[in-house]
C-alpha cells in the first residue's frame, strides 16, 4: 500500500485545492469519454470514485490519476458493437466483464513480474508518448471548443472534418472557449499559483445558468443522473458465451494499460526525481479495474491528461486524488444539477490546453542538441501516437528504441590501447591502428559481443594483425565494455583465434569480467595448456607476463 508523505498545513491545503481542479475538469472529461464507450454518462463518474481511490491507497506512483481513458474506451467500444446496444444492459455487462477481465490480467501480469517491459521506456520515448498524447488530446477537442459536429474516428481524419466543416463554427460556442482560454493563460502568467481551471469552470457554469447559454444555441453538458453505483458482478454466463471476443479485447486493452500507466509514471517520477514501482502499480491498477467492474462502470487506466492536471494545479500527492474522489461523491449525491450546464466548448478549451501543456518541447530541443537520433526517436513515437493511436504507437516506440540501440552496437566505437607520451595508457581509434607494445596489440571491443557485430569484430581483427609490424606475438582483446558474449560472437573469436594461431600469434584477453570468462570458457577459449596465460585482470598484470616481471605500467 503506497504512503501520503508527512504533509504541511500549507501543502495539505494545496493538495486539497489541486484535488478540486482535478474534480472540477475530470468529471465532464469522463462524462465525455462515455460517448466514446458507449455507456451512460453517470458511469464515467463511477470511474472516478472506487477505482481511483484503490489505485491511490495501493499503487505506488503517487502523481498518477486513474480513470476512464480513450484509448481503452475506444477498444472496449470497437469490440463490443458487433455484439450489443450501446447503453444497453447486455452492453453494461460486457463492459463489466472486460473490466474484471483487465483485472485479472492484470494481476497475472504482477505476478509474472512484467514489469520488466517498462524498462524498453527510455525518456526520449515518454517525452515522445507524452507529446503525442498531447497533440491528440488538443486536436480532439478543437471541434467542440468551435462548436463543429466533427466527423471520423482517429485525430487527422477529426481535423480534416474540422477543418471542412469550418464554416459551421457556432460564434458562441468559439467565444466562450477564447474567453476560458485567455482567462487562464492570462492568469498563469500574472498570478500561477490561482486555480485559473478550476474558477474559469466555476464562472462558465455559472454564466450559462445566469444567461441560458443552452436556449442561445450554446452547447451544455446536460442533465445528469444523480445517486452511487450498484455493486454487483458481471454474468459469467452472458462473458462466457464471447469468451474469444472480451478475452482478445481484455488482452489488448491490458497491454494499453501497462504501456501508457508505466510510461506516465515513470515520466512523473523522473520530474520530482522519485522512486516508483511498476509492481505496485500493477496492482493498484487490477484492484482499480475490478473495482471498476463491481461498481457497473468500464474499463480504468492511468490518465495522463488527469495527472497533468494534477500537477499543473500544484497536487503532488495521493492526497489531491483522494480529495478529487470525496468531491465526486458529493456531486454525485447532491450537485449533479449545475454540471448540466457547464459549457461543452468551456471544458474544450480547458482539456485543450492540459493537452497542449503534455507537449515536451523543452526536452525535444535538449534531444535534438544533444542526441540527435533520439530526438528523431521522440518525433516518431509522437506522430505515431497522433496517427495510429496510443495502442499501436506504445509498441512501435518500444521497437524504435530497441532498433535504434541495436544500430550503436551494430556499430561499436571500438578502439586500440596505446602508450602515450608520458608512458599512460590511452585509446586511439581503430584506423590509426599500432601496437601496446612491441609484438603486443590491445584492441578494445566497446559494446556486446553478437551476431550483428561479430562481423565487424573479425574483419578489424583481421585488418590489425594484418597491418601489424612484424613480429606480432599477442593479440589482446579488452572486454572491459562487453557484458556478453552470444554463440556467433564466440564462433568467430575461435574463427579468429585459429586464424591467428596459424601465423604464430596468440589471442588473450583483457579485463572480462567473470561472467563473460565463464562464456569465453564454454566457447572453448580458455588455455590450450596449464601454463599458459590466456586471461588478464589488469594492464599492469598483462604486462607483467608479456615482458616479465621487471615490467610495471604507470
Not at 53 to 82: E, K, N, Q, Y
Amino acid at each position: 500500500m503506497s504512503a501520503i508523505p508527512p504533509l504541511g498545513r500549507t501543502s495539505f491545503a494545496t493538495e486539497l485545492l489541486a484535488g478540486a481542479t482535478l474534480a472540477a475538469l475530470a468529471i465532464p472529461e469522463v462524462m465525455g469519454y462515455t460517448r466514446i464507450a458507449g455507456t451512460p454518462v453517470v458511469t464515467g463518474l463511477y470511474t472516478l470514485l472506487l477505482p481511483a481511490a484503490l489505485f491511490a491507497f495501493f499503487g505506488s506512483s503517487r502523481h498518477l490519476v486513474v480513470g476512464a481513458d480513450s484509448a481503452t474506451a475506444a477498444i472496449m467500444a470497437g469490440a463490443l458493437l458487433p455484439l450489443a446496444q450501446p447503453a444497453s444492459g447486455e452492453w453494461m455487462q460486457f463492459a463489466s466483464a472486460l473490466a474484471l477481465g483487465c483485472a485479472a490480467l492484470l494481476l497475472v501480469a504482477r505476478t509474472a513480474r512484467l514489469s520488466f517491459l517498462a524498462d524498453f521506456l527510455s525518456r526520449t520515448v515518454l517525452a515522445g508518448f507524452l507529446t503525442g498524447v498531447g497533440v491528440q488530446v488538443a486536436l480532439g477537442e478543437l471541434p467542440s471548443a468551435l462548436g463543429i459536429e466533427a466527423g471520423g474516428s482517429g485525430t487527422l481524419a477529426r481535423l480534416a472534418s474540422t477543418l471542412d466543416r469550418f464554416r459551421d463554427l457556432r460564434p458562441g460556442d468559439a467565444l466562450v472557449a477564447g474567453a476560458v482560454l485567455a482567462f487562464i493563460v492570462a492568469l498563469r502568467r500574472l498570478a500561477p499559483r490561482i486555480p485559473g481551471a478550476l474558477i474559469a469552470v466555476a464562472a462558465a457554469i455559472a454564466a450559462s445558468s445566469y444567461f441560458g447559454f443552452e436556449a442561445r444555441g450554446i452547447s451544455v453538458i446536460g442533465s445528469l443522473q444523480g445517486g452511487l453505483p450498484r455493486l454487483g458482478l458481471p454474468d459469467p454466463t452472458l462473458a462466457w458465451q464471447h469468451a474469444s471476443e472480451l478475452g482478445s479485447a481484455a488482452f489488448a486493452m491490458s497491454l494499453v494499460i501497462l504501456a501508457q500507466s508505466a510510461a506516465t509514471s515513470r515520466a512523473y517520477a523522473w520530474k520530482y526525481d522519485e522512486a516508483y514501482s511498476l509492481d505496485a502499480d500493477l496492482l493498484g491498477l487490477s484492484l482499480a479495474n475490478a473495482g471498476a467492474a463491481i461498481t457497473g462502470a468500464f474499463v480504468v487506466n492511468g490518465s495522463p491528461t488527469k495527472t497533468q492536471m494534477v500537477d499543473s494545479a500544484g497536487g503532488r500527492t495521493q492526497l489531491a486524488h483522494l480529495a478529487m474522489v470525496a468531491i465526486v461523491l458529493v456531486v454525485l449525491l447532491f450537485f449533479t444539477g449545475p454540471i448540466a450546464h457547464l459549457p461543452r466548448a468551456a471544458l474544450s478549451a480547458v482539456v485543450l490546453l492540459i493537452g497542449l501543456d503534455l507537449v515536451r518541447a523543452r526536452e525535444l530541443r535538449r534531444f535534438h542538441a544533444v542526441r540527435r537520433s533520439e530526438f528523431w526517436v521522440a518525433i516518431a513515437t509522437a506522430a505515431a501516437v497522433v496517427v495510429l493511436g496510443v495502442e499501436r504507437a506504445i509498441i512501435l516506440a518500444m521497437l524504435l528504441s530497441l532498433i535504434d540501440h541495436v544500430r550503436r552496437g551494430y556499430r561499436p566505437h571500438n578502439s586500440v590501447v596505446l602508450k602515450g607520451p608520458d608512458g599512460h595508457a590511452q585509446l586511439a581509434s581503430v584506423e590509426e591502428a599500432g601496437e601496446y607494445a612491441p609484438g603486443l596489440i590491445v584492441y578494445r571491443f566497446g559494446h556486446s559481443m553478437y551476431y550483428a557485430n561479430a562481423d565487424v569484430l573479425a574483419r578489424e581483427v583481421t585488418r590489425l594483425a594484418d597491418e601489424a609490424p612484424a613480429g606480432l606475438r599477442w593479440f589482446v582483446v579488452d572486454m572491459d565494455a562487453v557484458d556478453d558474449v552470444d554463440f556467433s560472437a564466440g564462433e568467430t573469436l575461435s574463427d579468429l583465434r585459429r586464424l591467428l594461431a596459424g601465423r604464430g600469434v596468440s589471442l588473450k584477453f583483457l579485463r572480462p569480467s567473470p561472467s563473460v570468462l565463464q562464456q569465453l570458457a564454454r566457447y572453448g577459449l580458455h588455455a590450450t595448456s596449464q601454463s599458459e596465460n590466456w586471461v588478464f585482470a589488469s594492464l599492469r598484470d598483462l604486462r607483467h607476463h608479456y615482458e616479465g616481471p621487471s615490467a610495471t605500467d604507470p
